[in-house]
Nanobody, 124 residues
Framework: QVHLVESGGGLVQAGGSLRLPCAASGRTFSMYAMGWFRQAPGKEREFVAAISWSGGSTYYADSVKGRFTISRDNAKNTLYLQMNSLKPEDTAVYYC?????????????????WGQGTQVTVSS
């Protein structure tokens, strides 16, 4: 089992920044890719960003490309999402996810473990 806990969410004005950490525990040695997803009220959960185990490969949704940066520190078992130039449409619950198989998917179905989510609200 892998346990994931997100933090760092909150209320921020448009144009501001937030950094979301996701701490992993348990069988972390079995993790490969990790990703961030988000779900806005009344909408389906959507892909935000993903990163390979080494950090050498990263993938982003078009809506966040150039504004968000995903990174990971394997020594600390922590995944990060740096969010800059935030917009009201970025308001959502943000979830981190981990995969224990090879590959770096962008689909929800590609991930095996999920955190409980952290709320990000961007005011205009």
């Amino acid at each position: 089992q892998v346990h994931l806990v997100e933090s760092g969410g909150g209320l921020v004005q448009a144009g501001g920044s937030l950094r979301l950490p996701c701490a992993a525990s348990g069988r972390t040695f079995s993790m490969y890719a990790m990703g961030w997803f988000r779900q806005a009220p009344g909408k389906e959960r959507e892909f935000v960003a993903a990163i390979s185990w080494s950090g050498g490969s990263t993938y982003y949704a078009d809506s966040v490309k150039g504004r968000f940066t995903i990174s990971r520190d394997n020594a600390k078992n922590t995944l990060y999402l740096q969010m800059n130039s935030l917009k009201p449409e970025d308001t959502a619950v943000y979830y981190c996810a981990a995969r224990v198989r090879l590959g770096v998917p962008v689909q929800i179905e590609g991930y095996d473990y999920w955190g409980q989510g952290t709320q990000v609200t961007v005011s205009s």
